[in-house]
């Protein structure tokens, strides 16, 4: 059974920076495109991030382009989302997301595409 686990979420300032994981088990790592997506209060879940599996490729939501970066680890089989420079806006869940097989990059950031979803993590930043 394929599973997502979300971590590091939490409170920061204004301008601050976090980490946030996902670590996936029941499944091989590299055989899945990963996202993140995130909802906030009273608003639809929107796109923030993708890591494609079959060429590395990467994708970002314009509002987080040159703050949020994706990254891995193959031997954890953990996805992370650095954020700097987080803003008031930031504040969310930010969920996890996985798809098995050939994902083509105009489709990443569609969160009905994704197979497995994480439980999300809150993430606040304070003003």
């Known amino acids: 059974q394929v599973q997502l686990v979300e971590s590091g979420g939490g409170l920061v300032q204004t301008g601050g920076s976090l980490r946030i994981s996902c670590t996936i088990s029941?499944?091989?790592?590299?055989?899945?495109?990963m996202a993140w997506f995130r909802q906030a209060p009273g608003k639809e879940r929107e796109f923030v991030s993708a890591?494609?599996?079959?060429?590395?490729?990467?994708s970002y939501a314009d509002s987080v382009k040159g703050r949020f970066t994706i990254s891995g680890d193959n031997n954890k089989m953990t996805r992370h989302l650095q954020m700097n420079s987080l803003q008031p806006d930031d504040t969310a869940v930010y969920y996890c997301?996985?798809?098995?097989?050939?994902?083509?990059?105009?489709?990443?950031?569609?969160?009905?595409?994704?197979?497995?979803w994480g439980q999300g993590t809150q993430v606040t930043v304070s003003s």
């Open positions: 997301a996985a798809y098995r097989g050939r994902l083509v990059y105009s489709a990443l950031s569609t969160s009905t595409l994704y197979h497995y």
């Open positions: 029941g499944a091989t790592f590299t055989d899945y495109s």
């Open positions: 890591f494609r599996i079959s060429d590395r490729s990467t």
